[in-house]
């Protein structure tokens, strides 16, 4: 979250609509409603996850997506970009409007015929519909987000990358949404260009095509990516030496401030942790990274450089601190780590196979605005928990993202998701998805 020393109050509802539309055109929903007083044809419905919506998953085990941007236009939008790029904020379209918790929206336009465009960072639906006067309920097959990427068809899903973690099986959870095949409850493996899923994985040994030190010694590899996932991998540490050298950390800088989004997970938080050792100062046993970057030169020194590795531990008080994500979550029923199945508690959870936690969320100053005053991003923790073996424990957060320079975003975890398989998706599943389409979403005033 990025923070002015100067706050300009500006009242405006903001939203992550297309690009362009801060550009002044005047198509779509703002032409349609302008100064029209004649009857409207109101337009409803629920946005889902991918292969989340109902006739995909048991009954009242559905997933909503809150915060999705609706809206029509008389102009189909620019197609998404295939690679990393910034997608600045902007005004929600006049007539436009944002889910709400439970994935519900209700549009009223004049009655026409347009392009229903429904978004939640790359995941994008371009349709035509013919609206009457009267109110038109949408069925979930118009309204669950794809899990294929498909521009011709108007269907969009991020491009992902995803280092091969070894007893976090997050493919797991990305195949149920789409991002890779599903074999039984698990990951059975990736489809190419048009297919099912847009996920590229990357292994940790040799320096070779494929491999993560490919990846991170080539810019142009990374950019092919909108999210790249490094979930928890006990073979990080062979990645040392490539994770002390200021090349490689000044490469994903300047990935996050493309555009792009990292997700990181425990023992593989160094990634994160030497590219950006001011944000978060990690609490476990590992060393956590000291030292300072240069947010324009992308540039920096490592005093002290952390490995990231804590202990395990489970706990039983996860408890969300995000008002939206608190919603959201508090609504939805489904499996838990043991074995029922029922209504969350958004306030009070069981979250396993934690393997870290965060001491300290820490200020940095990012850059500067255009009056010439510091601007500073102030890490946000999303959930906390307590690890029952601290002394003195209490909450701390265990789910951080941040925005350094540029328009990207990351995202850490304490937390491990998929260890084994298993049907449906668990409460810090859940937050995860929920996580990733924030984490995907556009970038406020971002600076560079």
Known sequence: M?????????????????????????DGADAAVDGYQGPVSSVMGRVFAPNHGPGQTPPGQEIPIAG???????????????????EQCVATPQGGTLTGADGSFLLEVPPGNYWLIIQKGQYRIDQMVGLSVGA????????????????????????????????DNIEDILAKLGIGTLSGNGFGGPLGEGGASEIAI????GTAAGSV?????????MRKFHIIFFPCAVSMGSLNALLSDQTVLANIRRYVQEGGKLYVTDWSGELADRAFPQQIQLGDSGADSEGTYDPAALTGTLTVTGDADGGFYNLSDGKVLDQGLHDWLGLQTGPTENGGVGLYNADSFEVTDLWNWVKKLNPVQIGVDAMDLPV???????????KPSEPGATQKPIAVTYEPTGCGKVLY????TANAEHQGLYPQERVLLYLIMEIQSCSDNPIF
Request: glycine share 8%; aromatic share 10%; net charge negative.
């Open 376 to 386: 500073y991003d102030t890490p946000k923790a999303w959930v906390t928990g307590t």
């Open 213 to 221: 030190e490919f990846l991170l010694r080539n810019m142009d590899e």
């Open 136 to 167: 038109t309920a949408l069925p979930p097959n118009q309204t669950t987000l794809p899990s294929q990427w498909n521009p011709a068809m108007g269907l969009y899903m991020p491009k992902v990358a995803m280092a091969q973690g070894t007893n």
């Open 202 to 205: 990357y292994q940790y040994s």
């Open 2 to 26: 990025k923070q002015f020393l100067i706050v300009v109050s500006v009242v405006a509802m903001v939203g992550c609509g297309p690009k362009g539309r801060e550009n002044g055109d005047d």
């Open 68 to 86: 999705a941007l609706v809206y029509v236009t008389t102009t189909q939008p620019a197609p998404i970009p295939d690679g990393v790029y910034c």
């Open 413 to 416: 975890t304490a937390f491990q």
